[in-house]
């Protein structure tokens, strides 16, 4: 009547029991069994059960005795043994694909990152590379690590979490993709695959280890060929009710406007993408690539609109003006409506942002009914293009501290 | 180490209990101190004291002798006392002000709503005609009611929650306006006074009561000279970082586009307001009511554009799909944005609906990244003018039984 607690069944007992011992070590360090037993108030034979199953699965190791000059025998100290556990993380995206793979300690044990044409090739050709950067990764990350804790894929698209595929992805042209299952099956093994928004895994990077972290109310905007939105809400990421939210490329911005990727016209993303940014300040580069099919990463193609801004060229750097503008037009919509802390732009408008951002930041304000765009600052990623898989990586390994048994 | 959880102090215990005492009696009925005791897990002298300050507070009474038919004295049946308790609710906005008053069963004991003209009046003149209809509310429920829990006062401004007090308001040209105060000195009392955006109030009333109750998120949409945007989320109001949230209706829609109150130009309000669209539909009476300073309803000028629509006015008609097709942009920008399950249309969009609610659901579904918007339904609110004052009420209600001490 007045709680909704039910008794849980036994096996979630055990999942939210092995969890707790392993964050316990996580967060606290080495510890003796008798330790855990009292921090966490389960009794010994219980701790002596959860600590074998954990060692079994090589997520702990007995590390060698305390000596507590007591009497009896000194009790074996218990470690997290993150460091055999490699957690990973892959973004997909028009022109390139990230792998990252973390130990459960956080650190950052390979990263590679392959140039792709996505948008022209032919599907099934992106998802081999996909997966051969998935095979790729397991090997290198194979020397030091015995287990693999699982697999994350950002992509840019609509996605269907629970299903682990694309919905929609516009700037790919694709449909109804079964991305998980097609990255599991290439591994011909039972690890497991989850498939998330790029922009939701950015903004999940940015929220655990970038530089606003644990920031309550935070946006990040992706920087690809796509602009996305992650949006964190209180410390929660914002999903909506079918898993679509954060489509902020395709907010209607421009009466008349130039045609999206998506088919639509006057979309905030076919105005402040990469792409039409190339085709204002570059457009030379842009139909030398285009009519090549040459496969070149984002890095590279911003890379000729900061070397002629740099030399002063006066159409880069009308067009970066213009691009800040419009920039800043689609982030008053989001201080308005969401009134975050910080709005964070990942990818490459880090590159351009010393010829745009004042630009940007004026008009977000100017647009914004709060005073001062209430409080709200904006500010550039350190993550840069990695941010997606580096997201990735860390949602792998946060899903062994909360489900340690699934490993 | 593990949990955060801290000993409460006393007050939070005492504050906590007699919120458990008292909903439990709300959603299950009248029952007996033993019962409460037993179903809560309070010992009986707790409980007993409890109850003794529920009773001197108003809020719960002696109902009578259980027969249980058992052996010794029949225990006394306790019940929520709600029907002496009147919560409040206000809603004060550019053309009208109204009052709602509800008991604690939820039960609308008084209702009155009074056209003002808050845009051209002295300020004085406004907090004047508001403090005059809460003191005419209290009088009117003090036959029924011996206890006034409280008073919510919704107005189309950004709104410092935390002080009571008005931050900006555009359409009716107030900045840092003490409103609570106000309202509270004019009780000479000391009745306990919030402040919140008329949006967020008609969102809640939306979510506690409307056809739509208990969607986890939803979107209500103000339609008064204002448009206003109250945002649920996983069922939690949304705030943003300083409660500056939801400001839909300055959403930059149309470049080069028309004036808005904020003096901004091509905010969505300037375009689907019930003021822009006199100004389209039927000038000549947007004229005269301007011109004389006559205070005139929003209910009365919508009136109007009612009447003549169904007349077959070409103009009209064709200011009304001008206004269904905007309505639907920004509609669709909020759809990309969070995937509501549900959009509710408030104020006059009602009355206006059948010549431009499909109208706005088309553009809405085809500016919509997501398939079929995500599955995101078009509605129209059941609230009308009274959505925000309803919520209004309905919160203050809900304050007692979050701290029935505070009464």
New interface residues.
Partial sequence: ??SNLQPADQLTVRRNNLA?VL??LH??GPRSRASVAN??GLNKATVSRLVAELIDRGLVRELGLVNERRRGRPPTLLELDGRHVAALGLELNVDFITAIAIDLGGRVIFQRTRAIDAATAPRHQTLRALASMVRQTVEAVSTSCNTIAGITVAVPA?VDVDAGAI??A?NLHWSNVDVGSRVASALGSTVNVSVDNDANLGAFAEYRVGKHAGT??LIYITGQTGVG?G?V??G?L??????????????????GGPQCG?G?FGCWEALVGLRPLLREAVPDVLAMVDAAHTRVGPEEKVAHVVRRAEAGDTRVLAALQRHGRWLG?GL???V??????VVILGGFFRDVAPWMLDEAEETMR??????DA???QLSVSTLGFSAAALGAAIHTAERVFADPGGV
């Fill in positions: 009547v007045i707790l964050r316990l967060d606290e921090e966490t609509l919905t929609f516009p309550a109310n939105g949006i809400v209180d929660r914002l999903r909506g009710a079918s898993g679509f939210s954060g489509e902020v490329g395709h907010m209607h911005v421009m009466e998506c639509r037009t008053a919509t989001l308005n409506v969401f009134n975050p802390e100017a647009l914004s009914i709060a005073p209430g409080g709200c």
